[in-house]
């Protein structure tokens, strides 16, 4: 059963502390990308990664760090750095260019709150 | 970056159809349009996607007039189980430069 997953639904940290959020495919998907969603707002972009090894920083990147290591995984860590850290964190991959260019999938999320 | 445009919210009953306009002025000219359904403390889930003209699968149809200045997700005789957030949205990923933009959607309401 293929689809993305992600680990643990629920986080809680202290104010200061590091914190990785993991994230794992086996679609076969090369690109990944994690976005961040506040109460009653849309998603925004974090962090996307297209191939291994390498990443770009998207819309909200201060306060974050990733890495791609594997194909299969694109963890984020949410630094001390942040200062709004508190959030509902979503990965999704999307498939090469093709017919469902446009189509990314998401997995389940991870809540973030910070105290 | 292509921005778009919805209704904040929209009320429906059950069995009725439900059309979400989106406009996106200044769409590009490789832009795709896509529409995800999102339900709450759940990940955003793939609904439909155009370039032009009108495209239907098992769940929606979405018309795109040919200037693509706008578009309308048609979601046939609703149920309670389509009430949810639905963000339309306008650009396109990699291995293309990622140009998307999630604006708040809309939330729509199915009552009995």
């Known amino acids: 059963d293929g689809g993305i997953t992600q680990s643990p639904k629920y986080l809680f940290r202290k104010e200061g502390q590091n914190v990785t959020l993991s994230c794992e495919q086996n679609?076969?998907?090369?690109?990944m990308y994690w976005y961040r969603q506040d109460p009653g707002q849309g998603l925004r972009l974090i962090y996307y990664s297209q191939i291994v090894n390498d990443f770009q920083k998207g819309d909200i990147a201060e306060g974050y760090s990733v890495s791609r290591e594997k194909k299969e995984s694109f963890p984020l860590t949410v630094t001390s750095a942040q200062k709004n850290p508190t959030a509902f964190y979503l990965c999704a991959s999307s498939k090469p260019a093709g017919p469902a260019r446009g189509e990314q999938y998401f997995g389940p999320g991870t809540r973030l709150t910070v105290t | 970056l292509a921005k778009t445009t919805q209704p904040i919210s929209m009320d429906s009953y059950e069995g009725q159809e439900v059309n979400i306009t989106c406009s996106h002025n200044?769409?590009?000219?490789?832009?795709?349009i896509t529409w995800y359904q999102q339900f709450p403390s759940q990940g955003p889930r793939f609904i439909i996607q155009?370039?032009?003209t009108k495209v239907t699968n098992e769940v929606a149809s979405l018309f795109i007039p040919a200037d693509r200045k706008s578009s309308t997700l048609s979601l046939p005789r609703v149920s309670l189980s389509d009430t949810a957030v639905y963000y339309c949205?306008?650009?396109?990923?990699?291995?293309?430069?990622?140009?998307?933009?999630f604006g708040a959607g809309t939330t729509v309401t199915v009552r009995a």
């Open positions: 200044n769409i590009a000219t490789n832009d795709y």
């Open positions: 949205l306008v650009g396109d990923l990699p291995p293309n430069d990622y140009k998307l933009s």
């Open positions: 155009g370039y032009k």
């Open positions: 679609l076969n998907h090369d690109a």
